[in-house]
């Protein structure tokens, strides 16, 4: 059973930034899909940005420019920069790690923009 602890929400004004943590409880990095996920009140989860188990990156149109998603191998840890933020940003954000079978879900952290 893999564990994955999400960090670094809060509140911050429209334009500003912030850092999600992702730390998985063991080494899962190697062929597995890392990515971060976002759920906003009465809407469906979404895909923010991942790392495919290809090793490609892949971002949601409406944050391009804006976030950035990095990992830290000896940490076994996954990061999502955001910068810019708008409050449409607001939202529930989730990491993931899944591959083949296997689909492990974080408890999420609140990312609330204010405008």
């Known amino acids: 059973q893999v564990q994955l602890v999400e960090s670094g929400g809060g509140l911050v004004q429209a334009g500003g930034s912030l850092r999600l943590s992702c730390a998985a409880s063991?080494?899962?990095?190697?062929?597995?899909?890392m990515g971060w996920y976002r759920q906003a009140p009465i809407k469906q989860r979404e895909l923010v940005a991942q790392f495919t188990s290809g090793g490609n990156i892949a971002y949601a149109d409406f944050v391009k420019g804006r976030f950035t998603i990095s990992r830290d191998n000896a940490k076994n840890t996954v990061y999502l920069q955001m910068n810019s933020l708008k409050p449409e940003d607001t939202a529930v954000y989730y990491c993931?790690?899944?591959?083949?079978?296997?689909?492990?879900w974080g408890q999420g952290t609140q990312v609330t923009v204010s405008s």
């Open positions: 993931r790690a899944s591959y083949g079978r296997y689909d492990y």
């Open positions: 063991k080494t899962i990095f190697s062929n597995y899909a």
